[in-house]
């Protein structure tokens, strides 16, 4: 049990997170809570500088977050024998009268997997992480409930560690592609023939239109062009869908621009924008990370234009990949989200997992109520009929939204 006071400040915040010291088997272990100052954030970067972790809990990301959206987070650093070993770095938002602590980026973040110390991973321990709870619990009585969502199970073959503990299967499926035994190997596990024959009437039909361009975005004017275009095409096309759009919040828009600016200044970079340019304009854009051995499209889109039976899409994919086979990279990772696109260059499926941590007693209703929506999402998506009627209807609605406008 970790020993911890924390006064609280006029909105509910912790105004103090000391270090909570606790002992777990034969181990030192310390737990340091602290909310996401510079000081903090520079730490937790110095930490991710020698650890492992998925791009959303990357320290650029941590950081650009916090100024861009929310800086209501706070970092929670395990640390065995006085070296860290696992970071959590989190934000806090409300749902209704209760708060929450999740990952930085809520849905924008996927694949999730902490900061921390390869070595450690292998002999990981539920009490010293259970600990790493505790600690955050007193330093913040305000929250309640820890959501891990959308866990990755493992790393560049390290095991998540939140894995051993006791959560439920998310509701999303996540897609990649094995590159192995390079591009060639990849088209002939996805159809190649078919793939090629549509990749050459393509380039006759963008040809025909003006001429095409693979580009990748490597200037400031460049980042806020493509970046400016894709949240345009995004919003169009989900609300068409009528598909709430996870982009439209102004505050997002200037986290991801603030990030992949960022990432200009980097080498290799780590965020990275590709768009195809047909008659000298954006018809598709896609967002990617870099995450060790593997490629992740963190979001993509087309324009809705006379050029759009032409799957701009398909097109940059196909440049996308074939790319990333030349570079070497294992896997090309659509991340979540079951897409008949991501299908037909896809061999590997995953299944993220959810872990809910109630710190309070109204936490354990919420925790609940929020494994039951997951439950009810999972069956929706999971039955061919229920998600087919479930899309129809959402468009149909849509239709009608915009016809009253």
């Known amino acids: 049990m970790a020993d911890a006071t924390a006064s609280m400040d006029g909105n509910g915040r912790a105004a103090a997170m000391p270090a909570q010291r606790v002992s777990t088997g034969h181990a030192a272990t310390a737990v340091v809570v602290s909310e996401a100052s510079a000081d903090a954030l520079a730490k937790y970067a110095a930490f991710c500088g020698q650890a492992l972790h998925a791009p959303a809990q990357g320290a650029h990301w941590a950081r650009h977050w916090t100024r861009s959206v929310n800086a209501d987070a706070l970092i929670a650093t395990l640390s065995v024998d006085q070296k860290p070993v696992l970071a959590l770095a989190l934000e806090v938002v409300r749902a209704g009268p209760f708060r929450i602590a999740r990952f930085m980026g ?7 997997f902490s900061a921390a110390d390869r070595a450690w991973l292998g002999k990981a321990d539920c009490a010293a992480i259970r600990s790493l709870f505790d600690a955050i619990a007193a330093a913040r009585p305000d929250i309640d409930v820890l959501a891990l969502q959308r866990l990755a199970s493992e790393l560049d073959g390290a095991p998540n560690p939140f894995m051993a503990l006791s959560g439920f ?3 999303n499926v996540s897609l990649a592609a094995d590159l192995d035994g390079g591009f060639d190997a990849v088209l002939d596990r996805a159809s190649g023939r078919r793939k090629r024959k549509k990749h050459r009437s393509q380039i006759r039909k963008f040809e025909a239109a003006g001429g095409f361009r693979r580009v990748e975005a490597t200037t400031l004017e460049q ?7 894709f949240f345009s095409m995004k919003e169009q096309r989900l609300r068409r869908m009528g598909i709430t759009d996870a982009f439209r919040d102004p505050d997002v828009r200037r986290f991801f621009h603030s990030l992949f600016t960022d990432a200009l200044h980097r080498q290799p970079p780590s965020f ?9 304009r954006l018809r598709a854009v896609t967002g990617t990370s870099v995450c060790g051995d593997r490629l992740i499209c963190e979001f993509a889109a087309i324009s809705e234009d006379e ?7 398909e097109f940059l994919f196909f440049g996308n990949i074939e790319e990333a086979c030349a570079r070497g990279f294992r896997l090309y990772d659509f991340s979540v989200g079951d897409e008949r696109y991501k299908r037909e260059w896809c061999n590997l499926e995953t299944r993220h997992r959810d872990v809910l941590v109630p710190l309070t007693t109204k ?5 609940l109520t929020l494994h039951g929506c997951a439950r009810v999402t999972a069956l929706v998506k999971n039955s061919p009929v229920v998600w087919r009627l479930t899309k129809a209807l959402r468009r149909k609605a849509a239709g009608k939204s915009c016809a009253q406008e």
Request: net charge negative; hydrophobic share 40%.
């Open 307 to 313: 050029l759009t039976p032409a799957s701009p899409g």
């Open 272 to 280: 990275v924008l590709h768009g195809l340019e047909v008659d000298g």
């Open 106 to 112: 809520g849905r924008h973040a996927n694949g999730n």
């Open 363 to 367: 936490g354990r209703v919420l925790a």
């Open 223 to 229: 980042v806020g062009a493509f970046l400016d275009a």
């Open 169 to 171: 299967t998310s509701p």
